[in-house]
Structures are given as C-alpha cells and as structure tokens.
C-alpha cells in the first residue's frame, strides 16, 4: 500500500509539468497551430522563472516571468505562423534551438555558472502546500496516506495543473470561447465567413498556450527542482506532445495520457535493480525503456487512428 | 599559455568539468598567468580542438575526462614538443602525455562507510546519472564501503537516465532522490553531475543528507550534505599548470587514490554537526587501511562487476 | 475594429429606391487572374436574382465581395441606397446580406446548433445561446419548412440537410438579402424544387435573394431577373421572362450550345460488367449496399438514379476497387474482380476498367500537382521500364490530352489547383477515356461545371458508347440520367428498387423510385427523403 | 505574384540568412563583441582553410543525410523525428559489420557497412512505419517514443556488450584501419587531419539518388501521390500501407548513412551517444530546404558552416560560447524557415514597381485595345 501510494506521488509529481504543457497544446493545436515549440517554452520559462525568482527572490515574480518568457515565445511563433503563414513545425524547432542556446548563453553571461541559475532557497521557490487536516488524518488507515500522503503536500502549480483540465473542458464545451477556438482549428473559414477575425482566435490561443506551459517550465526550476540547469526541460514537451495525440485533444484523456506517462516513469524509477518474478534481475535500460515501450502497445493496440483538428498546421490562406 | 578543453558536460557542471576548472582558475589567480579554454559541441570536435590548440602553440594541454583518449592519440605525436594531460585514462605508450586516473572507489568506499554510520533506516541510496561503467565504479566503492561498517545495509540503486543528457536533468534527479526516500532512504549519493543538484535538493527538502560528489558540495546545502567525495580533479590541473611553469613536467602516469591525498570525503564547517567523533575515527581508521592495503578495494571497472 | 459605425447598425431602406444591391465598377485581381472587371449590378429588393456564367466566369468571387470574404481592387457597393464599405463578412452581416457558398463553410464535428451560432453567440456562455438558437430554429422550421436534425452532427447530415443549415445559418442572423453560390450543385430534383418553395416565400415575405447557378431551367422557373458574366465582365442583364435558355447559353459561352443531347439507339453486345449480389459496409459498418446486382453491356450506358446518400458512393468505390465487398462478385470483361486489396484499383485498370470518380478533388486529381503528373495518376506504372519514370512521355500523353479535349490553359506544367472546375473535371475524363477502357464507370460527370463543358462530357461519353464500352454512370442529376443512359435502374437504400426505360419513363414515376416507392406499390412516405 | 525562379531560390533566401545574421549580430554586439569580425572569422574558419574546411563538409555530410531522411518522408505526407534514434541504431549495423569483417580492405567492406548502417536504421524506421500503416499509430508521436527507447538500448548494448574491458569509455573496440571508411585526406592533402571522409561523396550522390528517387521513379511519384492526397493514392491503385511502411525505411535507411560517416568513419568505434542531435538538425535542414535535395544540400552547407565556423568563433572570441552558435542556428531557421514570408511582399512589392515602370500594365492595354 505504501509503495504504491508513494509510486502514486511521485505520478503525481511528475505528470505536473506534462499536464501542464500538454493542455498548452492543446490550446493552440484545437486552435490550429501545431506547437512543436513546447519544449522549447518549457526550457524558456523554467528560465525565465528561475533568474528572475533568483534575483527577486520572489517565486511569484519569477512565476511571472516565466510565462512572460513563453508569451514572447508565443508571438514570435504566431507571427511566424499566423501572419507570415510560414511552417509551423519549423517555426516551432527554432524556437526549440532558440530557447536551448538563448537560456545557457544568458545564463553564463548573468550568472557565469554555465548557464544554471544560483539555488533558489525562500521565498524564491514553491513548496508543498500541507492540506487542511492533512497532520491529523496522516495516521487513519487508507484515508491517511491518500489524503495526507497522496493529495496533499504537492505545490500550487501542481493543484493549479490539475485544476486546469476541468476548466480546460468547461472553457472547450461550454463556452463561446471554446467553440470558436474548435472551429477556427477546424475549420477557419467557417469562422472567418461568420465573421470574426481567424488571427486575433488564434493569438488568443497561443497566448493562453503560453500562460499554461509558463507555468510548466516554472514548475520545473522552481518546484520540482531549485534552480535552473541547462536542457533541463530535457524532453517533456515532446512527450506532452505524444500525450496530446494519444488523448486524440480531449482535456480528460490528456489528464489520463500525461499520468499514464507519470506514473509509467515513477514504476520506472522505482523498479530498477528489483529481480522481476520468473525474468530475474532486468537491465536497468529495459526498465527505462519500458514507458516509451507500453506506451508505443497501448498506442498500437488501443488507441487507434488519431485524427487532428482538420486546420491544424495549415496557414490559413483566403487565396489559393 | 597553457589551455583546457572541458569534456562533454561542460565547464559549469558542478562537478567533474568545475573541478579542473576551479583549479585552472586557482592557477591564475595565483600565478596571474592566463590560460585557454573551450567546451566541445561533440565527438568530432575533440581532435580538432586538442589540435588547434596545439597548432597554436598552446602548452600543456590538458583533457580532463577518459573520452579524449582517442582523439588524444591521433593528435600528440603530431605535436612531440607540446605536453598534455589526460585525466581519468591512461596513456602511457606515447611521449608527451602525463596520464592521471582518480581511485574513485577508493573515495566512495569512504563516503559509503560514512553513509552507513550516519543512515537511521538501514537504507541508503545511490544515484548514478546513468548506467555506465565509471559510474558504476563509484557505486560499487560506496557498497563495499557501507557493507564494511554494516553487512546488512540495504542500498538502493537507481539511474536517472540513459545518456550524458541525464546530467543535466535535475528534475529527473529530484524525482529519483524522492523516490528513494520514499523507500526509507535516509542518506543518498549521487554521481549526476548537474543533474545532482536535485538530488541534494530533494535530500535536503525532505530532510535526509545527501552525499556530493567530485568537488566539495557540502555548502550547496549546509547541515543537510553528510559529506563530498572528493574528486581532485583539481589539484591534477593546478598541478600540471605549475610543473609546466616550473619546468618539472612529467610524462608519467599518476594512480591518485586514498594515498596520494586524489581522492577523499570532505570534511567543513558545514557538515561538521553532521559527523560524530567515532564516524571521523571509523573514517581515518579505513584510510589507514586502504592506504597499507589491509583493505582492498574492488574496482568495478577491472572486470564490470561488483561483489556486494 | 475600426469599422465605420454606420456599418454596424443597418441603415434603413432609403425610401426612394427599390434596389437591395448596387455594385459599380467592381476589379478584382488574384494575381494574373482579373476575376472580376468593371463589374456593374443592380438588384431590385424583394427578387430573386439569377446569375449565370461558365465556371471561372468571377460569380462566386463577385458574391464573396459582397459578402466581405474578399476585398475589392476598386468599385463601390451601396445597399438599400447607402454606400458602405464592407471590410469583413461580421460588416456583410449586419448589413444583413448572407450567404450560402459554394463550399459549404461548416464545422463538420460541430453539431447544426453550434454551427448556427458560431459566431452569432449572444453571451460568453453557450447554454443561453443554444436554447435560443433551438428556439429559433424550431420557428424557422415551422415557418420555411427547414428541418434539420438540430442536434446531429454536420458530418452525419446529406449535403441537402448541410445546405439547409447553411440557409438557416443565413437566416439566423436576420438576413434580408441571402446569396447562394449554386445551391443546387448537390441536391436532388426533390430537395432542390423544396430548396426552391423556400426561396419563393423569403421572396414573397419581402427578402432579396441572389442565386447563382448553372442549370438554366432554374433561372427559368425561379428567378425574377438574370444576369450573365463571362471571364469577369457582366455581359448582360436581363429580366427572365424575356428571355429563353438558348440566348442565356449563347451569352454565356459566346456561342451557339446544344442543350440536348444527341444519340443513337444503342446497340448492346457482350455483358462487360456484371455484377452480382453485392454487399458493401461504410467505414462504420453499416451496410450502404444490401446485394446489388447488375449488368452493363458493351455499347450501353447503364444510369444509376437515386438520391444521394442512397450507396451510390459506395458502388462506386466497390466498383473501383477502393472499397471491399462484403460478399457477392464483380466481374469485368469475364475476369472475376471483386476488390480484396488496398491497391485493387490497379488490378481493375489491368483489367480494363476506368473510373471517374465523383468527388475530382477529393478523389481523382492530386490539385497540388502538375497537369501532366494528373494525367497518369493511376497510370503510371506504363510510363517507363521497371522502377523509372518516363517523364517525357507522360507529357506527351498530357499534351495529347489537351488537345483532344481542349483544356485550358494548354499548359501541363501549370499546377492543377490553378485550373477551374470545368477544366479539371475534363484532365479526369481524358485521363480516364483515353485509356480505352472496356468498362467505364462515371460518377457525377458533370457537377458543378458549366454549360459548355457539359455538352462536351456529355458528348465524348456517347462516343465511348458508340465505340462499344460498357459503360455505368451514376448522376443525381435526373435530367442527365435520362438525356444519356439507355436504361436506367434506381437505387434506394442499397437496393435496386427497379428499373426503367428512360425513353418512356416519366419523371413522377422515377421520383417515387427513388423515394423508395417500388413498382405497383402506393406511395406512402415519399418524404421519407427529406 | 509569381516571382521569377531566381528571386524565390536564391534572393530571398539570402536575405533571409543575412536577416538572421544581423539580429545574431546585434546579439554578438550586446555582449561586446564586433559582429563584423564574427562574421569573417566564422567565415574563415569554414573555408578559410584547409582543416576547417574540411570539417566543414564533415558536418554538411551527417546534415545531408538526416536532412534528406525528413525530406523523403515528408513527400510522403510523414513527419519523421525519429532520426536520431534511427542514425543511433545504425551505428549499431555499422560496428557489428565493421568488426565482423574486421581487416577487410575498404572498398570491399564499405559496401557492406552501408547496407548493415541502411538495414538496422531502417528497420528501426520501419516500426513506427508498419504502426502507422497497420495500426494507425501517429509516426510522430511512435518516433520521439522510438528515439528513447534507442537511447535505452544502445546505452546498454554498448556499455555491456560493446565495450571492450580495456577501455574506459563507454564505446566500441576499435575498427580496422584497412577496414574504416577512407578519409578525403588520403587523396586530398589539404584535408589533413580532417574527418570527412568517402561519405561526404555518398552524401552527394544520395543528393542526386533522392531527386531522381521523387521525381523519376514510379515510386516517387507514388510517393508524392500520397503525401499530397491518400485517397487519391488509393484511388490510382497504390496501396498507402505499403508506401509508408517502404518510405519510412528508406527514410531511416538514409539517416543510417550518418553511422557510415561517423562509426565506420570519423570515429572508427560506436561511441555511446554519437549521434548527438544530428537527427534533429535534419528536420530543420529538410523544411529549410524545402524538401528539395538542392534545397537540402545547400541547407546543410549552411548548417556545416554554422557548426564549423561556429567552434572557430568559440576559439578567437571566448565571449561567444558554443550557445551562441545555437542561437544563431535558431535564428536562422526561424528567418529562412519559418518566417521565409516576411521579406517576400516587400520583395514582391519591388519586383511589381519595377516591372510595372519597365512595362505599361497589360490590362490597360487590353482595355484600349
Ligand atoms: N489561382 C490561380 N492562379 C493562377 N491561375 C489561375 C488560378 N485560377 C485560375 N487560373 C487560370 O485562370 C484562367 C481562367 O480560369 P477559368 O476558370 O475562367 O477558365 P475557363 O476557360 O472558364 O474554364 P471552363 O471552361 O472549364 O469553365 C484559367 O486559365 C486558369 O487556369
Ligand atoms: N482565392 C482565389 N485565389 C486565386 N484565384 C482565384 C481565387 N478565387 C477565384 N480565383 C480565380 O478567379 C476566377 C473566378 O473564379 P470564381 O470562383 O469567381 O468563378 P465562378 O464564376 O464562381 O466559377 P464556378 O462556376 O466554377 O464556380 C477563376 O479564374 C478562379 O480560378
Ligand atoms: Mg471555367
Ligand atoms: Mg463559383
């Protein structure tokens, strides 16, 4: 019970910044836009977050901060996509370069560190939030460790995260919002003959983009960890992409996708070195291996033909 | 002047690549005499760096890591009247080379016994950045060490990745670090490089000690980081700098272990409330062991096993 | 937005004039294409206005500038009496001018209720709206008789029923003027005349309509006046009672066109293409065809008639080997083809059969291609030794195609896409013809082309039959089923509900056919289609 | 607006580079450095000379490779990022060739290191090929899935079962110097020392294979079919499982050229992690160059140039780290990829007036007529 509460937090933890991102994408993807840039932004406001946190010494500036660094991240591709009408996906594996040489080159020049940011210590990070009763029900059998163990003790960006996919479907389904922004990913033209401005939708979602995988790469440099080091986005915004796809753009499948992926890497972490029953000891690369495997089998067993909002990596263009 | 080409994790690294730049810099703050640097983008550009170096006339060289090794060959005979330094391999067949390896089993051994007198759980835990032999070596010293003090210690092992990029995930070190704790690890050492930093942090928040590595890291976290294995990467530069200065360079191969003050646990203000006068009397009486050969130390790396 | 505010709220008629529209002078320029040049038009409120013209003529560019899509080059727009400038199509809106275009502007995974509103939401939370909207479309029902499933998706709908939505979308914001963009293009006789009692009463309850088409006996039968355009300029206007369909074509094309169709009695040898109890699912399952057989013999044109939606598309895939039979056999020219593979439609073409398919773009071109790279699809494999292409004889076989069937510009290396609709359904027949299939099967031969091409598909698929192929057509278009096929069988729910002499057969009896009707039965539910 | 050829091949893509070159200069400026001088160095130390040069095309070699790889895929309507673990795996084909053949001269044994580099890489291409094809499975997100578990594999095949025990790094034991793909500097003397090698010529020639590969080869053409219209490919008789499953082995086959260049060449052993983001490189060099080899080749010229250049500038300049060269490279793609649109309407806009002061406009004249 025990291990599995404590495989069940570290999902927890980890899935933070995927679901973060991957809700990231799924804005601008409904809206149209492919962000292959993602992990370029979570590396940019993990950045941004922890040099401005390290020199304020105020996490919630350098929160700040770290969406600022995406929303530039986030014009850049707009005007690359939007207005120019050019690749997506190449504008978004610039922004990936740009964001891997831009934070190190900077880092080394502020900081003269290698491009990693001083420890964070105080204020200028956030710390797990201890949920109301969370001491006194700690010792009640099953209830305790959930409650205690499992749900409370995690920072506000990780409640933030979680709270974000449910209000991502309410904003998707229910809102005038939210049926633009299917549309206009759907259809552009439908839009536009309504119409209403297919560009300023499509800024809008990159912008709300930007503010959730903000938040993401501030989790990972003020959160999970206490300060910034280079690449240490190291790959999340391309599994936050896969988790996308897999969740076919739907908020709740995304939620599942991402702790799939979480709690795929905590079994990870947590089964290497143990002898498996009738297959004895396994190399420590197989177990690492193992979530991107399962993933790729349920993939292509389950899962099936994922199809993307029609207009997605599609300039739109009036004139043939 | 005399240069230094940093291997793949870079000058800031926290360890390794820091240390031989830390003792670059002791060197020129001392001496006032500038030297050259860079940082590599990949394998190709070893060769090409020792070589443009050389052809500029920088001197000595010095190749901090066991991956320069090949590029090194091809290279030195070119340029018989330049002297390099290699760490981490050894070179002995060429002339101008001076090759000096660490017994970093020797050191972790150290740190392992500490972590086994230190640990209230009778679980420690050990985090490599990925599986790899040097790693490994660092590893198997830290058990044979803590088996030493306590047969029955319990030391968990897990990896952080699969590549050097796992250097550079703290995030991913943070993870792995809680992840044993959650285990009942109540002492970890990492061989993470950058990456270690979470790993220390994540100690530290939960309130467990942390074992640092290479360069002395027990300020990162002041009360909280048990001890460093010293890796004295350091001393190897400064030292080759100054031999070249004073004229005393030599090509030979320098085994630095225990002995030879290359390899060590570190011992600070900061880490001074953490260790009793026994552990401090267990340690020197291990040092003094190593040191006559009364213990014998298993290198993973002789045969890419280990026996606890 | 820094619309002018007169555009936002909609000025009222001004008193002393009758016209809903004015257009003067209108350019309008993609590129080297001048679509639109000095373009003049006046519509008189309360009418219905027909506008004709061959395909690439400039009518759907003109009407989209009306409607704010496009920007005019130079001209002015004045409605009910007041110049305005138009910038966007929310500006075309609150004028109240809609639109239905050509291509329906749709969210396909969107339901008809979250297509009406799009875009005409009253507040920052759907649900008031969508009560609304459900409201509103249930008056409009009640009132035009436009019933649409509110909740389905668009997806799932006939292209009839999309129209409808797209009408409703029109009328939903409070359209006085509604343009449609050759509404009838996909519609069945039965929904178009339906589609058509509509226009009449929005006419009648004081609204403009403007309608473009290119089936002149629509613009006989409903409209008030018509206007013909020809490669961009207004050629003439004129009021329709005044008129006749002959001067209308010859407007239009510049020359004398044969609006019927001339053949001989046909002379049927050898069964080519038999078919014999046929059993097609869709992607989903269901069974679209539920045992179909059929023959078609050499030197006879077999029509298939039917309302869409009927599993035509699906015997035509089936047929062309792009979908698997359930059950049941094809064979062609005696060879047993029933499809088995991905890549049957080459075993097909081996094996004598050719197919337009209905859908040019979806289907039969890759629009991103050259022409010349069009005129082999499907072909290539005879082009070149082994694992090579032969370039050069591809475009001797484009240039061949041009010339055979006048496809302009005469030009293979010009990207597909930049042909018009007339032209690229011509690069799909010669591709196809010239193969001398013995079996060929057409889809939709004619949709959405003008008048002079149609007299000239229509007169190289007699040709093929006189030449002794086999040939199977499927059309929605009634008119065209019988002008061409030697015998005609209905198609109703996946079954053939009978069949029919289309010398003698009368367009009632047909219709109650293709409603499902069969032969001596009494019709009950011939609404069944709507 | 149709712009003459030239304009859109040649003009506008060098203003673009000269675009990012100056907002790269203005970066160069801020932390004090002479951009101009930047410049001329990276400049010199990608064909000033003989070594540089010669590193130079070494890295236009991987690029071509990688690129293309996308490219080929991406005719087909698929976007392969999965190039880096495909090179990786490679790698793997090329050492076990190499060392089983071990002292077999060159010219007999590289034939069979390409094919064992094209084989291993291509079937790891082919996984997420037959998973689209069969499965539906989305290639893009089965590659990135792909390129870690590569990284897993590799890890531990070279460091458990590769590495010889008297090796400290983590890497293969050595290849046959009769055996190891030749360097250019055999027979060109002013590439001493260099790493490029016969590859850079295969490289050359997979350039001109893949042009004729898309446009003179029936499966070329199928290819193009489908990547511009599945159904469409359907319709004409080919079959879309089969055109991916074979497009994304030979796109994986191409990117295992990059293990000939550097494990049986500029390395001689499989180094743990060599691969290094040339896979990743290639997307970029592929959309840069429009997918077409010319496009392609110049690209990763370019590219080449950056790299080399790049370490030459982290030499003379010690302000401009190696991070720097990677900005640069971003800012690069970013102007000459993505935002390529930004100079045409001005460009365009010229090209008009000129014309229109050189010829009366032609509808004008229409109309007088
Ligand atoms: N987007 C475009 N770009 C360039 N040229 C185009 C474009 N669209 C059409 N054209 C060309 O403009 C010309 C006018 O096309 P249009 O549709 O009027 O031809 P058409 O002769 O009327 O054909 P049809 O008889 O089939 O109706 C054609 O030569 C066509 O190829
Ligand atoms: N968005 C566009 N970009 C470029 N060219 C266009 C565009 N729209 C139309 N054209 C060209 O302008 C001309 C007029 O096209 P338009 O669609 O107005 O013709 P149409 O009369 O509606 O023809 P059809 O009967 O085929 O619908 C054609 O040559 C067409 O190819
Ligand atoms: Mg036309
Ligand atoms: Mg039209």
Redesign the interface.
Known sequence: ME?II??L??TV??ST?LILACLAGLYSERAGIVDIGLEGKLLGSAFGAAVVASVTGNVWLGLLAGIGVSLMFSA?HG???IN????????G??????A??????LG??WFG????TP?LSGGARFYGIELPFAGELAGVPILGPIYSGLLSGHTILTYLAFLAVPLTAWVL????????L??VG??P?????????VTVLRYKALAITAVLVGMGGAY?STA????F????S??RG??A??AL??AKWKPYPALGACLLFGFL??MQ??L??VDLPLIGPV????M??L???L??LL???F????IAP?ASGQPYV??? | DPALVYDGG?????SFN?AAYNGAELFKTETGQDYQDLEITGDAQREQAIRQFAARGNNPIVLPGFSWETALRAVAPDFPDTSFLIIDTVVDDIENVRSVVFKEHEGSYLVGALAAMATESGTIGFIPAF?FSLLQAFGCGYKQGAAYVNPDIEV????I??GF?AF?????????A??QI??GADVIYHAAG??G??VL?AAADAGVLGIGVDSNQNH?HPGQVLTSMLKRVDVAVYNAFEDFANDEWTNDVQVLGLAEDGVGAAFDDNNADLITDEMRATVDDITAKIISGEIVVHDYREDESCPV | MDTHTENVQRPAPAAETSLAIELKKINKS?GPVHANRDIDLAVTRGTVHGIVGENGAGKSTLMSIL????HADSGEIVVNGRPVIIH??????ALGIG?V?QHF??????TVI??V?????D?????P?VEKARRELQRLADDYGLNVPVDALVQDLSVGQQQRVEIL?ALYRGADILILDEPTGVLTPAEADHLFKVLKTLRDEGKTIILITHKLREIMAITDTVSVMRQGQMVESLVTSETNPEQLAELMVGRRVLLRVHKEEARPGDVLLDVNDLVVTDDAGTERLKGVSLKVRAGEILGVAGVAGNGQSELLECLAGMRAARSGTISVNGHDVTAVNEDSAAMLRRNGLAHVPEDRIRMGLVTNFFEWENAILGYHENYGNGLMLDVKAARAEAQRHIEKFDIRPANADLKT??FSGGNQQKIVLAREMERDPDVLIVGQPTRGVDIGAIEFIHNQIIKMRDAGKAILLVSVELDEIRSLSDRIVVLFDGQIVGEADPATADEGALGLLMAGVRAGEKANSTESSQ | MPLPRWVDIILLPVLNVTLAFIIGGI?VLI?GENPIEAVRIMLYGAFGYGYGFGFTLYYTTNFIFAGLAVAVAFHGGL?N?GGEGQAYVGGLGAILVALAVGGLHWAFALPLIMIASAFFAGAWAFIPGY?QAK????V???T???N??AT??M??IIS?ILKPENINSDESARIADVTRVPFLSEWIPLLRNTPVNISFILAILALVGVYVLIWHTKFGYALRTMGHNGTAARYAGMSNAKLIMATMAISGALVGMVAVNDTAGAHGRLILGYVAGTG?VG??VA??GKAHPIGVGLSALLFGVLYQGGQELAFTMPAI?R?????????V??FT??????LRRPVEFAFLAARHRQEPDPVAQEKGA
Not at chain 1, 84 to 91: A, K, L, V
Not at chain 1, 283 to 286: D, E, F, G, L, R
């Open positions: 291990d404590s495989i937090i570290t933890r980890v910044p850049v005007l690359a996509s120019f009408r050019g690749n997506q996906i190449i504008s594996v610039a922004l990936n370069f740009l891997s040489g831009l934070t190190v080159f080394a020049a560190r290698g491009g990693n420890a389904w229910r809102t005038r919002f939210g049926l633009r299917r549309a759907e259809n033209k439908a839009l536009d003959t309504a119409g209403m401005s990972l999970q960890a206490a300060s080091s280079r690449e240490m190291s790959g391309y599994i992409l896969a796809i897999f890497e905590a972490y947590r290497q070195g190399p420590t690369q197989a690492q291996a979530p991107y495997i993933t790729i993939l292509a067993g899962v099936g033909r994922a029609k009036k004139e043939r | 870079g000058k800031f690294d926290a820091e599986d968990i092992e897990t990896a990745g699969t990029d550079n995930n703290p995030g991913g070190g943070t993870e792995v809680r992840s959650d285990r950058g990456a930093v979470g942090q990162l | 993609f409607y704010g899509f496009y966007n199509s929310s500006d075309a809106l639109m275009h502007m749709l969210v396909d995974n969107f979250e297509n509103i799009l875009g005409a939401e507040s920052a939370l759907l649900r709206s979308k896409a930049n | 970066v932390v976007f990022i998973l499965r539906g499975s989305h893009v997100i089965t990135i899935m792909m870690f578990i897993s594999m890890s531990y458990r990743f997307i970029a959309f840069m780290t991070e720097m060269i990677v900005t640069i490279q971003a800012l793609i970013l990829g993505a935002m390529s649109n930004m």
